[in-house]
């Protein structure tokens, strides 16, 4: 039979639900909170338009999926890129309600995309684009209600420009006390330490459980790491720190290997001026297709999704993969890496620490505080460690992988909430 002319491509959202399903499945879940949890409380999408620096008008479409609100306000991040469409956004809000639940933080799970390839608009077409969106949103975010933050294509300066939208259409009394309505702020209006890095220093967090509880010493471990986008080059970073070595690294443009260690702080200081890992002297070129099979120890993929496939999964050496990306990892290859013993610690976990410290600076907004870099890395720890410990429990007791016991110790509390609250009216 032929090919068909489009292909369809796979759905994210269906593998999102499979995978808690899955984990519903051994603890035998409430069916009305399986049913509950298998559609979004809220689809919201918007076309609106932008005025271009040259007076041209283009019509954007945006999204704020709601999934679940059970535990608390609804939270998680604002995307800008170019493969933004519904099903992504509701796949990502779904992972939010488990990421959110396994933490113990009290938030619900919600995300936004705007269709946009942010590199391609100048600073002003983007803050316009950012306040018409936000306008657009109009009460469907707030911050008790539901508290957008950065992710892919958005960064501290979105998210002020977000907060000074919503906070200029509330009324004069009210305004000042609305700065919690976005988290991942800059510091000056209302961010907290800690929260740029805070994806990666959870992920290292984490990271460190897994290697106490295996006897490996990071500082002899070896790390291919794709994008170096925040949460890419923080893991470097840190995890450079500590000692490991940083050997792979690839980003759109380029895939850089030394097998003596690249240097990430100089890396970093290139692509603050290059916007790209491409061109960077300290390191070999090597064919992209060569990545997942590079000699390491550990892979991190912090890009898009879908990047370890069934292809990509068949090349890896590597003993462990810490997905600080969400949804990198397709099913089959997740079956592949089983087979080959690979550990995989889930994006619900291994980047958990992003979200943690939103929640961190909604707490000090709310209370007008200012926590130190100290206090805040701290609480970190514990909850990334928590959270690790209590994935590795329920792996044991149902001798399951990480992933689907990390689906079950989010499932659980959700289920207590929904036994405890009873469902409405
Ligand atoms: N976008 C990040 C995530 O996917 C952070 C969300 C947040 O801080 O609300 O977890």
């Not at 090597?286 to 390491?296: G, I, R, T, Y």
């Amino acid at each position: 039979m032929a090919e068909p002319l489009i292909k369809k491509k796979e759905s994210l959202y269906l593998r999102a639900l499979k995978q808690w399903q899955k984990a519903a499945d051994i603890i035998d879940l409430d069916y009305s909170v399986r049913t509950i949890l298998s559609q979004p409380k809220n689809e919201i999408v918007i076309h609106f338009p932008v005025k271009m620096d040259s007076g041209e008008m283009r019509l954007y479409s945006g999204y704020r999926i709601q999934h679940n609100n059970i535990l608390g306000p609804y939270k998680g991040g604002i995307r800008y890129h170019p493969q933004v469409d519904r099903d992504e956004v509701k796949a990502l809000a779904a992972w939010m309600t488990f990421k959110c639940a396994l933490v113990d933080i009290p938030f619900g799970g919600a995300k936004g995309g705007v269709t946009v390839n942010p590199a391609e608009l100048t600073e002003n077409e983007l803050m316009r684009l950012t306040r018409r969106f936000t306008h657009a949103l109009g009460s469907n975010i707030g911050p008790d209600y539901d508290i957008p933050a950065p992710d892919v294509g958005t960064n501290a300066r979105t998210m002020v420009w977000m907060m000074d939208t919503f906070m200029n259409a509330q009324t004069a009394i009210q305004r000042n006390s609305q700065r919690h309505v976005v988290t991942g702020k800059t510091l000056t209006c209302g961010g907290s330490l800690g929260r740029e890095k805070a994806t990666g220093q959870g992920l290292v967090f984490v990271l460190r459980s897994w290697a106490d509880e295996n006897n490996v010493s990071l500082s002899d471990m070896k790390f291919a790491i794709q994008g170096f986008g925040n949460v890419g080059s923080n893991s470097a970073l840190l995890l450079e720190k500590r000692g490991a070595k940083i050997v792979a690294l690839q980003d759109e443009n380029a895939t850089l290997y030394n097998e003596q260690g690249i240097d990430c702080q100089a890396l970093s200081k290139y692509v603050d001026e290059h916007r790209t890992i491409a061109g960077f002297p300290g390191a070999e070129v090597v064919n992209k297709s060569e990545f997942f099979a590079l000699p390491v120890d550990a892979i991190i993929p912090a890009a898009l999704e879908n990047q370890i496939n069934k292809d990509t999964a068949k090349q890896i050496k590597a003993r462990v993969i810490i997905e600080a990306a969400n949804g990198p990892t397709t099913e089959d290859a997740d079956i592949i890496l089983k087979d080959k013993g690979i550990v995989v610690i889930p994006d619900i976990l291994a980047n958990v620490g992003g979200v943690s410290v939103s929640f961190f600076e909604w707490v000090q907004n709310k209370t007008s505080a200012q926590w130190s870099l100290q206090e805040v890395d701290h609480k970190l720890g514990n909850k990334m460690r928590q959270a690790f410990h209590r994935t590795l429990e329920e792996a044991k007791a149902h001798n399951v992988d990480l992933r689907t016991a990390a689906y079950i110790v989010a499932l659980k509390k959700i289920q207590t909430a929904y036994q405890e609250r009873g469902i409405f009216p």
